[in-house]
């Protein structure tokens, strides 16, 4: 069950704005196929600077095609598993304590190649992409999985491109 984050004010006359805390087992959860995401800032205590989310991808998901971002830096942190991120030509199996840092424009996907499941934490500056889940998510709703062209006009909507160079083969001719 998911829970709102608890807000805290500053208990000066006049202070600054309410500090966010989001325990175990709150925030939003975002579920996007076999992947679980639960959001930690969706932007509205940062004033839109930062977004934070963790994910739990499950064994042998794999992620997203390559892309680019235009307006947003991505971090990704691995908190335990491994994660294989593909950054143009070349693959990077993190594992935790690993951070890989996603600047604006730099080709990226993430995978979980392994029969475990992999956390990681996830920075978006400035939160752009936050809302960009939320959508993806209800093209998952009722078990569908979404076609290439919905998942694209998603992603256009929140300044990300497909990384079409380095676009990964499909199957079957589809």
Do not use: C
């Amino acid at each position: 069950m998911s829970e709102e984050p608890r807000n805290s004010e500053n208990n000066a006359a006049g202070a600054g704005p309410a500090v966010s805390v989001v325990g175990p087992g709150e925030g939003e959860t975002i579920l996007l196929g076999t992947t679980r995401m639960r959001v930690l800032e969706d932007g509205s205590h940062t004033g839109h600077r930062l977004g934070m989310a963790e994910s739990v991808l499950a064994p042998h998901t794999p992620g997203p095609p390559q892309h680019r971002h235009a307006r947003h830096d991505e971090g990704f942190y691995v908190i335990s598993g491994t994660v294989r991120f593909t950054v143009g030509d070349e693959q990077i199996d993190a594992t935790a304590g690993t951070l890989v840092m996603v600047p604006p424009g730099a080709p990226h996907t993430f995978a979980n190649a392994t029969g475990e499941p992999a956390r990681m934490l996830s920075t978006f500056t400035p939160d752009l992409y936050v809302q960009y889940f939320r959508d993806l998510e209800e093209l998952y709703a009722d078990g569908r999985t979404p076609t290439p062209q919905e998942s694209l006009g998603t992603m256009s909507r929140y300044a990300t491109e497909p990384a079409t160079e380095f676009a990964r083969p499909r199957g079957n001719g589809s």
